[in-house]
């Protein structure tokens, strides 16, 4: 699976875990130099709390398009240390 914005590959990883139909790469398989911290977070009674990162491709930023749970709930443990993307980030095979 792979995870493209602006047609530029941002994952690539072939063991991704598909949770509420959201792809979750693992952290090591997402290119490092386009991410920057967020400051929000969000909260899932499930998950547990979310935080953000901006994806930033040669100055073009978007803001909070990818999220990961740095201490899910053992409900979702399987996603611990891997990031999922929305926002017009598109995954495809």
């Not at 959201?22 to 909260?43: D, Q």
């Not at 040669?58 to 929305?86: C, H, L, M, T």
Request: some cysteine.
């Amino acid at each position: 699976m792979k995870a493209v914005w602006k047609d530029t590959v941002i994952a690539d990883s072939h063991d991704t875990v598909v949770v509420e139909g959201n792809y979750y790469f693992p952290l090591e398989a997402v290119k490092a130099a386009v991410l920057e911290p967020s400051t929000h977070t969000s909260a899932c009674s499930r998950k547990g709390t979310a935080n953000y990162y901006t994806l930033n491709i040669n100055g073009d930023r978007n803001v909070n398009a990818a999220w990961y749970y740095p201490e899910p709930k053992e409900a979702a443990s399987q996603i611990k240390g891997r990031v999922a993307f929305w926002k017009g980030v598109s995954v495809v095979v």
